[in-house]
């Protein structure tokens, strides 16, 4: 079982370990890399309670995400402040295989709706077949693809790359 709760200043170091895995997994294996978040961004995020981990039973963090209520620069004319958006998941290198992506999806459900939302949605390296299909796996709804130009109002890791788009309904 896996309960989500908002993320601590103290676990920082914590998700920077998980997500410097991912990044390592990913120059591994060849996969487009994530970018690295400087602290201030996710310790922002944590401060408004817009980061969230997963514990299990032991209180073994599973893992983390965050959270927006708007996201125009991927969902350009869709973003009609009706979803919640996940980002930056990252899993505990000792829980791969885990059901991180599913629990959160589920969990998000309840949020948005908490929150007047109508949609959970996320994005992800649209090159990134095995990802995407692991995605779809945990019930995430594909919604088309996203190229995205040299937009100066994103991150630059966002310029000239392809995303895969996900959108689930809120039941």
């Known amino acids: 079982m896996i ?8 676990r920082l ?28 961004i ?6 408004v309670e817009r980061h969230f981990m997963a514990l299990r039973d032991d209180e073994v963090c ?12 991927i969902w350009g004319e869709r973003d009609r402040d009706d979803a919640i958006y996940i980002h930056r998941m990252c899993v505990n290198p000792l829980a791969k295989g885990g ?5 959160a ?8 709706a908490g929150r007047g939302r109508r949609f959970v949605r996320m994005d992800t390296w649209g090159d990134n ?5 692991y995605y779809k796996a945990c019930g995430y709804r594909p919604a088309g693809f996203q ?20 959108e689930n309904p809120v039941a």
């Open 3 to 10: 309960r989500i709760v908002p993320s601590r200043p103290s």
């Open 13 to 40: 170091a914590e998700f920077r370990e998980y997500w410097d895995a991912a990044v390592a997994y990913q120059t591994r294996y060849g996969v487009a890399r994530s970018p690295v978040f400087p602290d201030s």
């Open 42 to 47: 996710i310790a922002e995020e944590i401060g």
């Open 62 to 73: 599973a893992g983390f995400f965050s959270v927006t209520a708007s996201d125009r620069g």
């Open 99 to 103: 059901s991180l992506a599913s629990d």
């Open 105 to 112: 999806l589920k969990w998000a459900y309840g949020y948005a």
């Open 129 to 133: 077949d095995r990802l995407i299909d």
């Open 147 to 166: 190229d995205i130009g040299n937009d100066p109002g994103l991150p630059a890791h966002y310029h000239g790359i392809r995303l895969a788009l996900f």
